[in-house]
């Protein structure tokens, strides 16, 4: 159980282009959803924080008109990075945290996507 | 706010033998909850093993068990008969009870040497 799925695994964008990633729950319902940058060997660093049918809470920092975080559903979470310029690209990660009585705030992962903005 | 520190940047083991990834970390929380995930190459973060503040026990999962010390703010890893595919960035996390932040350490690189 507890399977995430993110798509793409890899992409390739051009500066100024838009491009999204998605992320969804195949076995449960998640009530809380994360989404995280990781620079080469470095931690996760979390980007913002979404409840479904709520808008998401963006860490400082982080640009919310740039990074657009849509929490369609109890299921799926899809990242938009908007404009994207070469320093954008970078390794994102989707997590999701179980509904009530779920594992106890365990946060599952999906497989994250690689970004490169050329 | 809560941090987590991971003193060991990289450790090494033998195949077969014992290692233990050390993690501390700062709250102000008395409810909380900690996880040690591993990322392999495949950059996926895998959870391996989780702990609720509240138990005194501390949580083992097959080769992997935990060194739980509340007063002490500490939270250790311990594998036993590493294996190959131990291999991997581990990570300390800390998640508060009403589990809306997972804070992670700077991680453990761990090689398992044949």
């Given at each position: 159980?507890?399977?995430?799925s993110?798509?793409?695994?890899?992409?390739?964008c051009?500066?100024?282009?838009?491009?999204?990633?998605?992320c969804?729950?195949?076995d449960?319902?998640a009530?809380?959803?994360?989404?995280?940058?990781?620079?080469?060997?470095?931690?996760?660093?979390?980007?913002a924080?979404?409840?479904?049918?709520?808008?998401?809470?963006?860490?400082?920092?982080?640009?919310?008109?740039?990074?657009?975080i849509n929490?369609?559903?109890?299921?799926?979470?899809?990242?938009?990075?908007?404009?994207?310029?070469?320093?954008?690209?970078?390794?994102?990660?989707?997590?999701?945290k179980?509904?009530?009585?779920?594992?106890?705030?365990?946060?599952?992962?999906?497989?994250g996507s690689?970004?490169t903005?050329? | 706010?809560q941090?987590?520190?991971q003193?060991?940047?990289?450790?090494?083991?033998?195949e077969?033998?014992?290692?233990?990834?050390?993690?501390?970390?700062?709250?102000?929380?008395?409810?909380?909850?900690?996880?040690?995930?591993?990322?392999p190459?495949?950059?996926?973060?895998?959870?391996?093993?989780?702990?609720?503040?509240?138990k005194?026990?501390?949580?083992?999962?097959?080769?992997?068990?935990?060194?739980?010390?509340?007063?002490?703010?500490s939270?250790?890893?311990?594998?036993?008969?590493?294996?190959?595919g131990?291999a991997?960035?581990?990570?300390?996390?800390?998640?508060?009870?009403?589990g809306?932040?997972?804070?992670?350490?700077?991680?453990?690189?761990?090689t398992?040497?044949?």
């Amino acid at each position: 159980g507890a399977v995430v799925s993110q798509h793409p695994s890899r992409v390739i964008c051009k500066s100024g282009t838009s491009v999204k990633i998605e992320c969804r729950s195949l076995d449960f319902q998640a009530t809380t959803m994360f989404w995280y940058r990781q620079f080469p060997k470095k931690s996760l660093m979390l980007m913002a924080t979404s409840n479904e049918g709520s808008k998401a809470t963006y860490e400082q920092g982080v640009e919310k008109d740039k990074f657009l975080i849509n929490h369609a559903s109890l299921t799926l979470s899809t990242l938009t990075v908007t404009s994207a310029h070469p320093e954008d690209s970078s390794f994102y990660i989707c997590g999701f945290k179980r509904g009530p009585g779920g594992s106890g705030n365990t946060i599952y992962f999906g497989e994250g996507s690689w970004l490169t903005v050329v | 706010a809560q941090t987590v520190t991971q003193s060991q940047p990289e450790m090494s083991v033998q195949e077969a033998e014992t290692v233990t990834l050390s993690c501390t970390y700062d709250t102000s929380e008395s409810d909380y909850y900690l996880f040690w995930y591993k990322q392999p190459p495949s950059r996926q973060m895998i959870l391996v093993i989780r702990q609720e503040a509240y138990k005194q026990q501390n949580a083992t999962e097959n080769r992997f068990s935990v060194n739980f010390q509340k007063a002490a703010k500490s939270f250790s890893l311990k594998i036993s008969d590493s294996q190959l595919g131990d291999a991997a960035m581990y990570f300390c996390a800390y998640n508060g009870v009403t589990g809306s932040r997972l804070t992670f350490g700077e991680g453990t690189q761990l090689t398992v040497n044949p």
